[in-house]
């Protein structure tokens, strides 16, 4: 499913659709270039859910948890992981099993990531969008997001 993001409305609408079929153990694997939205998705995500402080990206922290009314949701950054090992120190088997987690960069640690997940390739070459791929339960999506 690909879906067109061609201005904050639409990522928030799609953040939104995520928000509302997130469950408990769910990863969302956030994938694209610099500057392809990540954060921004991530972000859209986290306000559906309720989170109303801000939300800084978390490159140097690597993770950062956020209490929502349903469940803890802990954003990840993994830009800076050198090996796909570091992942292991991060706790990501802890947060899965209490809440959910999104997660930037996840092709540096893929064979340390859920199989289950929910992949968001954003795509910037000629307009905006998200391309999603992930188990069928999360194909609802796109009537969501319409």
């Not at 922290?61 to 949701?73: D, E, H, S």
């Not at 796909?84 to 959910?100: R, Y």
């Not at 996840?106 to 390739?121: C, G, I, K, M, S």
């Amino acid at each position: 499913m690909t879906v067109a993001l061609p201005d904050l409305a639409a990522t928030a609408t799609l953040g939104a659709a995520i928000a509302g079929q997130l469950a408990q153990g769910d990863a969302v694997l956030l994938q694209g270039d610099l500057g392809s939205g990540k954060t921004t998705l991530a972000r859209a995500i986290l306000t559906a859910l309720g989170v109303d402080e801000a939300v800084p990206s978390p490159t140097f922290t690597l993770v950062q948890t956020y209490r929502t009314p349903r469940f803890p949701v802990s954003h990840y950054d993994l830009y800076r992981l050198k090996r796909a090992s570091e992942m292991d120190e991060l706790g990501l088997d802890e947060a899965l099993s209490d809440g959910a987690a999104l997660i930037e960069w996840p092709e540096r640690a893929v064979n340390r990531l859920p199989q289950d997940a929910l992949t968001v390739h954003l795509l910037t070459d000629m307009e905006r969008r998200a391309a999603m791929e992930g188990p069928a339960r999360w194909r609802g999506l796109e009537a969501a997001y319409v």
